[in-house]
């Protein structure tokens, strides 16, 4: 009868492990703009100051690749074969080095490269980095509305409920709604996620849209003397009908079935979004003054 063995992760693949867990998190919660080679690099030197020093590889080999990365996040690598170089000494360090901070950290430096090549010749040929071109709150980026998570999550702290519905109303007129069926990507981007787990924000929202009672929506501009027709009353008509209502043109909803709500009301169960949190958000929307007609079936 064999004698059982638990095997266990030395030190210097405990170690590894770790690097690689908080890099997975950086990368996860990176925003847009956020540049690869910088991220490469900080990695690189982490594990160099981690390594133990014992095999030329590690020793060495990361020391040459942290350079040669931060040659080209410089823009002091004139050489064109600067990448296939970079390659060449992480593949020989990920086949040579003792212990699991050499190995891996040659092979995330792989990976990236293959998966971020156009930043890294970006930086070869133009000699800066593109992706900070455009660099945004990574929670706000990633909501499909933009809302401005930051600005609503203070007022919420502040106990100003109803300015933080006024917020989310900005740019999405479905506060109540989102507050409770939200996928909520912006917690994925979480900047939170680099210490620990990511901020509550849809339970922040549900806990602002709770306590804020009946919102006013703001007041209409002036009139413009247009009418716009909307066809359907889902969640995209009355969006559009909502904003163009507040730039002052007077909208008018088309809608076949009985009542307003789309997939909102004949797609999602009750019990994950109660009838009477929709009609919060669809009573402000028609109380900005959009006019709707119901069975009215277009085209």
């Not at 390594?51 to 050489?79: F, T, W, Y």
């Not at 990574?138 to 917020?167: E, K, M, N, W």
């Amino acid at each position: 009868m064999s004698r059982l063995q638990l095997p266990s992760l030395t030190d210097a693949e405990k170690a590894a492990a770790s690097l690689n867990a908080g890099l997975a998190k950086r990368v996860v919660a990176a925003p847009t703009g956020n540049c690869p080679v910088e991220m490469t690099l900080d990695f690189v030197r982490t594990c160099h100051s981690q390594s133990c020093g014992k095999c030329v590889p590690c020793r060495i080999g990361l020391k040459q690749l942290e350079n040669m990365l931060e040659d080209v996040l410089n823009g002091h690598a004139e050489d064109g074969q600067i990448l296939p170089r970079i390659k060449s000494l992480a593949t020989t360090i990920y086949e040579s080095a003792d212990c699991a901070i050499g190995f891996e950290a040659a092979q995330t430096v792989l990976r990236i490269i293959d998966g971020f090549h156009a930043d890294f010749q970006s930086h070869l040929e133009s000699h800066r980095c593109d992706t900070k071109f455009s660099p945004a709150i990574p929670c706000v980026s990633t909501c499909p509305a933009h809302v401005d998570v930051p600005g609503y999550i203070a007022l919420v702290g502040a106990g100003r409920f109803q300015d933080a519905v006024r917020l989310i109303r900005r740019d999405n007129p479905f506060a109540t709604t989102c507050a409770y069926i939200c996928e909520h990507p912006c917690e994925t981007m979480c900047r939170r996620n680099y210490l620990e787990s990511p901020v509550n924000i849809r339970g922040l929202k549900k806990y602002a849209v709770d306590h804020a009672g009946v919102v006013p929506v703001p007041t209409c501009a002036a009139s413009t003397g247009k009418r716009i027709a909307i066809v359907g009353g889902g969640p995209c008509g009355l969006t559009a009908a909502y904003f163009l209502q507040l730039m002052g043109h007077q909208t008018v909803v088309y809608e076949k079935h009985e009542q307003l709500g789309g997939m909102l009301r004949y797609g999602i169960p009750n019990y994950r979004l109660s009838r009477e949190r929709l009609h919060d958000d669809i009573d402000a929307i028609v109380s900005s003054g959009v006019e709707v007609r119901l069975n009215r079936k277009i085209g």
